[in-house]
C-alpha cells in the first residue's frame, strides 16, 4: 500500500478502506511516515495529533471487523471514511487542540469547541493527524510566519507556496494527503492551489458554516485544496448541507463534476486587477486555457471588467485593516490574554492599528463600494456563464522576497505608537502595492462573494505551476466543478508530481 498511496485522490483511498483493501490504520501510518519524510524540507506541519489519529483508525477498523462496514450506496457522510486529513492552524478551531494561527499571541490557546467544518469532517469518517501552517492571522499572501517559519514550495524549495493556506498546499502536493481543508478571506485557496498545481475552490458566500460570528463585508470562506477536482466536489457536499445523500446524486456537487459541461460562454479578463501588470508567464498561462477552453466547445469572449480598482483596492483594504484590529488589538476577547506587541509581527500590529485609526471609520463608505462590485459582477454574468482571469500576476515568488524591509519596518513601527493618519494611509498604500503587485487577482471575488476557482493547467519553464482562476456567479459552484471537470480531463494533472515528491516516495 506504501507504494500505490499517490496513486489515489481521497474518493480512492476511502474506496480501498470501505472495501477492505486496506485498513484506516495503514492510510494514517502512510500519511504520518510521508509527514515525517517531507516536512523538514517543506515545514508545512505545525502540530501533531498523530497518537490519537492512529487510535480513531484502529478503532474505526476494529469496528468493521466486528460487523460494521460501509454499503456502497451510504450517503456521502461516509463516503470519505478513513482518509487522513489535515486542518489549516487559523480560524477552524478544533477542540483541544492548540490553535496557534500564526501568531506567537496565540501559541498558546487550546479552542474547547469544534468548528463546524471541523466537526462536519469528523462526522465524515475524515483521520484528522496535524494542522498546517499559515502566516500570521493569514493576513498576508505567503507563508513566513515568525513563529514558525517559512513553508516551502514542494516545486522548488526556494519559492512560496503561497498563503495563507500555504501550509495545506504544500501538503498536499508533497504527497502527504490528496485533500486538506482550506480557507479563502482574500485568496488564500486559490493563490497556494496556483503555486502548488492543486485545486483549488472558493466556494460562495455563505455556502460553508462558519465558526465565527459574520465579520465586516464576510469575505472569508472554508473548503479545501485537492489533487483532484471530484474529491473537492464531495467535500463540498460534506460541508454544504448534502451528507445525506448518496454520493454523487443528482444535485450534488459530486454529481455535478460528473456531469457533461454544456459550452459556456466565458468571459475573458486580461487586466491585472489590483495588480500592476500581469508578468509573461500569466499571460501564457490564461491565452494557454483560453485555447484549451476554445477547443472544448467554449465561447470565449475578450471583455474588460469597467471596474474601478483603485476604489476596489481601498474598499478591501479597509474591511481587511477591520478585520485585523479585531484579532489583533481586541485579542482577548478570544485568547483571553491582553494583546502586546511583541507578541505579534509588526506589519499585522501596524495594519491592526490603521484599522481602529482608519478602517471603522472608512467601513460604511467601502461596504457600499461592496455592494457596487458585486452588482457589476451580477450584471456581467446575466451575460456569461462565467469569467476567466489570472490567479497571480505571477509564478510563484521566492521566500523571503516580499518580507517587509527595514525602512518599512521603522515606518510600521512609527505608525503603530504615534497613528498620524497620513502616514497611516502612506504606508497602507505602499505595503498594498507591494502585496498586489503578485497578489492582487483574487480579492474581487471575496468582496462579490461569488464561487471562484483556481484551475493547474500551466506550468512555466522552470517548472513551476501557475494556475488560471474562472469564476461563476452567485451560487454557481456546480457549474465551476462540470468545468473543472472537463478540464481535468482534456489537460490531466493528477499525476504530476513535484521533484520532492517524487525524490520521497
Known amino acids: ?124 469518517g475524515l483521520n484528522i493527524f496535524a494542522k498546517t501552517s499559515t502566516s500570521e492571522l493569514g493576513q498576508m499572501p505567503y507563508t513566513e510566519p515568525e513563529l514558525f517559519g517559512a513553508c516551502r514550495n514542494p516545486w522548488n524549495l526556494d519559492h512560496t507556496p503561497g498563503g495563507s493556506s500555504g501550509g495545506a498546499a504544500a501538503a498536499v502536493a508533497a504527497g502527504i494527503v490528496p485533500l486538506a481543508h482550506a480557507s479563502d478571506g482574500g485568496g488564500s485557496i486559490r493563490i497556494p492551489a496556483s503555486c502548488c498545481g492543486l485545486f483549488g475552490l472558493k466556494p460562495s458566500r455563505g455556502r460553508v458554516p462558519r465558526a465565527t460570528p459574520p465579520s465586516a463585508g464576510e469575505l472569508g470562506i472554508d473548503h479545501a485544496v485537492s489533487r483532484s477536482v471530484r474529491d473537492s466536489a464531495l467535500l463540498l457536499d460534506l460541508l454544504a448541507g448534502n451528507a445525506d445523500r448518496p454520493p454523487g446524486a443528482p444535485g450534488t456537487f459530486l454529481g455535478a463534476s460528473r456531469e457533461q459541461c454544456k459550452p459556456l460562454n466565458i468571459a475573458y479578463i486580461t487586466e491585472p486587477m489590483l495588480a500592476s501588470s500581469l508578468s509573461a508567464d500569466s499571460r501564457a498561462a490564461l491565452e494557454d486555457a483560453a485555447q484549451l477552453a476554445r477547443s472544448l466547445g467554449h465561447n470565449i469572449e475578450p471583455v474588460t471588467l469597467g471596474i474601478d480598482f483603485a476604489a476596489v483596492r481601498h474598499a478591501f483594504l479597509t474591511i481587511w485593516s477591520v478585520t485585523a484590529e479585531d484579532l489583533v488589538l481586541n485579542a482577548e476577547r478570544i485568547s483571553g490574554r491582553k494583546p502586546l506587541r511583541a507578541e505579534f509581527e509588526i506589519s499585522t500590529w501596524a495594519i491592526a492599528h490603521i484599522g481602529r485609526k482608519l478602517g471603522e471609520r472608512g467601513l460604511p463608505a467601502a461596504l457600499e463600494e461592496q455592494r457596487r462590485i458585486t452588482e457589476r459582477l451580477t450584471d456581467l454574468l446575466h451575460r456569461f456563464d462565467v469569467i476567466l482571469c489570472a490567479t497571480l500576476a505571477a509564478a510563484p515568488i521566492k521566500i523571503g522576497e516580499m518580507q517587509p524591509t527595514s525602512a518599512e519596518r521603522m515606518q510600521m513601527r512609527a505608525v503603530s505608537a504615534m497613528p498620524f493618519e497620513p502616514l497611516m494611509k502612506k504606508l497602507l498604500t505602499e505595503a498594498s502595492n507591494k502585496a498586489f503587485a503578485w497578489a492582487g487577482c483574487t480579492e474581487l471575488f471575496n468582496l462579490s462573494g461569488q464561487p471562484a476557482m483556481s484551475v493547474p493547467l500551466y506550468w512555466n519553464a522552470r517548472g513551476l505551476p501557475v494556475g488560471v482562476q474562472f469564476a461563476a456567479r452567485n451560487g454557481g459552484e456546480a457549474t465551476l466543478l462540470r468545468l473543472a471537470a472537463q478540464l481535468e480531463v482534456a489537460r490531466p494533472w493528477f499525476d504530476k508530481r513535484p521533484p520532492l515528491m517524487k525524490a520521497r516516495s
Not at 480501498?16 to 492510510?27: C, D, F, G, K, P
Not at 457522510?77 to 477542540?95: E, N, R, W, Y
Open 1 to 124: 500500500m506504501q507504494s500505490d498511496y499517490l496513486a489515489y485522490d481521497a474518493i480512492g483511498l476511502a474506496e480501498l478502506v470501505r472495501t477492505r483493501q486496506a485498513s484506516a490504520r495503514e492510510l494514517i501510518d502512510i500519511a504520518i511516515s510521508r509527514t515525517e519524510a517531507v516536512n523538514p524540507a517543506i515545514n508545512a506541519i505545525v502540530l501533531k495529533d498523530y497518537d490519537a489519529a492512529r487510535q480513531r483508525a484502529s478503532r474505526d477498523d476494529a469496528n468493521r471487523a466486528n460487523g460494521a462496514h460501509i454499503p456502497p450506496d451510504a450517503s456521502a457522510q461516509t463516503a470519505l471514511a478513513g482518509v487522513p486529513f489535515l486542518i489549516k492552524d487559523l480560524g477552524a478551531p478544533v477542540a483541544g487542540l492548540r490553535m496557534a494561527m500564526g501568531s506567537r499571541h496565540y501559541r498558546h490557546f487550546i479552542p474547547a469547541q469544534d468548528a463546524p467544518v471541523v466537526a462536519l469532517a469528523k462526522a465524515a
